[in-house]
DNA sequence: GACGAATCAGCACATTTGTTCTATAATAAT
DNA sequence: ATTATTATAGAACAAATGTGCTGATTCGTC
């Protein structure tokens, strides 16, 4: 979440990163050594690849010999991940899993999220978009975005999306295996918990890691 | 949100563009014609610059004349914004807006939004920490990001963030302003709006333009 | 002050790469 | 059937770029 400030670079090392930085992120591209001696004061190539060397050694650059403009800010922090929107979530509907073969280019619509906003990157999060205000004692509205990693289990506490199989209801919960006993926490502390005494009736089917809101107007 | 498929390119050209944007995410950098013609097998350079013009045409890639490897996107749905976190939000405490002079790369922390996910990509868009559970009622939690497009009012219905002058309080809610009174409505609608009969004891601070929760454990 | 390491400039050179022009096959249009 | 358009290959060429080497300068350390 948060990105620190670089350690102890000499300012030209420094100029040198955070100008790859912007031009990468203006141009799509890496700039040449020459552009790099240009706008940092370098009079020539040899010592922008000597600075870019000592970079290297950090662990903070890296190229491909030989080939131009190849390179590649490393320690990526924020890298955006496409997520499936697989569908939505709503009471009275089984909650549409992903399929087994990840035919995640085809779907219809992702959500793009940084990596850096999420507790894992794995390929297997999907989305899913929240349908009714059934769920608004967990603190998820209509159309909310919910990203889920798929589990079978999760530890006490957390929010899982849930599958009850009497009600034949889908809903998001914090989930709590007491004695003999499911309980099913509201985000609101004001409000009831839900006690299932056959564990059989519930079934996790996944851990939520983010909500996403917006008010686009 | 969300990223509709490709309309009807033939195979070679829907190759191409799928290459590079899978080449480009491994390696960071684009791929060189050759590269190209070798992976989708076509012969020449030519060619392949060939199908990329007709690929420019449709306003799909682009690229620099005579610079090596700039081939670039187009139509780049996704690409990250680090919004600066400000602070926290928590009732009885003033927002913490931002400096007239953005010296937003020296902000603690950031978040790390994609630009598809926000109606607006200005730069003066700022995100707050939600402090204490006192904005349940607009459904947002505590430890939640909300992330703020500061403005001085605010069209009915939209969500925002609000200094009530005669409280000395902050709170997050949907503002509507009626013929002699200001209504501020909890998002759950099961619960009592705020009636404020002086409108100058109600300041519109920004507009709510996202809510994001994190659930990592 | 001496000495070595780090820092910088200059230049020649090889390679990668894109561009352009021409020619030929395939396909669509008339 | 003929023509125009699109699709493909080839090769020559020029430009952009990285690499390596040599030498000069600065800087810190003893």
Redesign the interface.
Known sequence: ???K?NHKLDNLSSDILSFIKTYR?E????PSYSEIAKEVGIKTNSHVQYCLKKLRNLGLVDW?KG???????CK???E?I?IP?MGKIAASKPIPMPTSDFAYY?S???????S??L?MTNNDLFALEVQG?SM?DA?V?DGDIVIIKPCDAV?NG??AAIWLTENDETTLKFFHREENRIRLQP???EMEPIYIENPQQVQVKG???????????
Do not use: C, H, W
């Open positions: 979440m948060a990105t400030a992120t141009k799509q591209i890496s491909q080939i131009p403009r190849s390179l590649r800010l990526v922090l924020d955006l496409n929107v085809d219809e619509s992702t959500v793009a999220v940084a850096s906003g507790p205000d608004i603190m509205n530890e957390t929010m985000a609101n502390k851990r939520v890691v983010k909500v996403i809101r917006n008010y686009f107007n």
